[in-house]
Nanobody
Framework: QVQLVESGGGLVQPGGSLRLSCVASGTIFSVYTMAWYRQAPGKQRELVAHITSGGSTNYADSVKGRFTISRDNAKNTVYLQMNSLKFEDTAVYYC?????????WGQGTQVTVSS
């Protein structure tokens, strides 16, 4: 069974930064396109960014230029560096595959942007 464990969230002021991590186990991590998603209260889960096995990246327009996704296949880990955080970035952040979704989803990590 695949296990996804997210960490690194917290409370940050607008303009601040956080780095999220997601460790995957139970699968051949390196072959998959991995992604970060987020779900704000009362909203549907949305795709934030993804990174292919070869390292190509893509971002939602709302985070482009502020967030950076990366991966370390040796550590089975995908990262999300979040800079210039805004109030509207407040959400629970999850990692998962992009075209292949692993179940169950991880517990996510809460990011709260507040002054």
């Amino acid at each position: 069974q695949v296990q996804l464990v997210e960490s690194g969230g917290g409370l940050v002021q607008p303009g601040g930064s956080l780095r999220l991590s997601c460790v995957a186990s139970g699968t051949i991590f390196s072959v998959y396109t991995m992604a970060w998603y987020r779900q704000a209260p009362g909203k549907q889960r949305e795709l934030v960014a993804h990174i292919t096995s070869g390292g190509s990246t893509n971002y939602a327009d709302s985070v482009k230029g502020r967030f950076t996704i990366s991966r370390d296949n040796a550590k089975n880990t995908v990262y999300l560096q979040m800079n210039s955080l805004k109030f509207e970035d407040t959400a629970v952040y999850y990692c998962n595959g992009r075209t292949t979704i692993f179940y169950p989803w991880g517990q996510g990590t809460q990011v709260t942007v507040s002054s």
